[in-house]
């Protein structure tokens, strides 16, 4: 049965399909620099998983600040130091929160894809006061467009923590962060 699947023209159609790739990346000598140096081409034709580390989440979250010297800003900077110390403590120090799940909470993803998030994801600050007339303890993220809202009522590191630890932990679903 195979064999009549192969005479009807499915490995054709793919080899075709082949061949036309092959011609294409010939145009401007690329398949000749990917034969010549293919470990120079590795990342970009094949995806592997990086490691998540605090570092990669300092790269792809930029914070939406305020200008200096505001109010807001100086709220701002101690947050974005609790963040900081945060992915911190999940690289160093694996619980039952870890930056995949960290991730996972933020963009509805438990890895970076390879081309990276569109949008860019952002860190923003939860400073209004929600409909009960009390400012969130907890974080929210909106996975739609990758943006982190933290709390800003937490001066203490541990009472930040622990609010970001229930949050990922007790929203382990896409859709309900």
Known sequence: MQRNFIRAGAVPGILNRRARLKEGLKTLGVLD????????????????????????????????????????????????????????????????????????????????????????????????????GEKSRFPKANTCNCTLFLPTVHVVYEEFTEAMRYAVVNCQGFGFA
């Open 33 to 132: 620099a990917m034969t010549k140096y293919p470990n120079a081409f590795k990342h970009v034709v094949c995806y592997t998983e990086d490691t998540l580390t605090a570092k990669t989440f300092d790269n792809i979250f930029q914070p939406v600040l305020h200008p200096l010297g505001s109010n807001k800003r100086g709220t701002e900077n101690l947050v974005l130091s609790h963040w900081n110390d945060f992915i911190h403590e999940l690289q160093d120090e694996p619980s039952d929160v870890t930056l995949m799940s960290l991730l996972f909470f933020i963009t509805g993803c438990k890895t970076v894809p390879p081309l990276g998030f569109r949008p860019e994801p952002t860190v923003d600050f939860l400073h209004d006061a929600e409909d009960n």
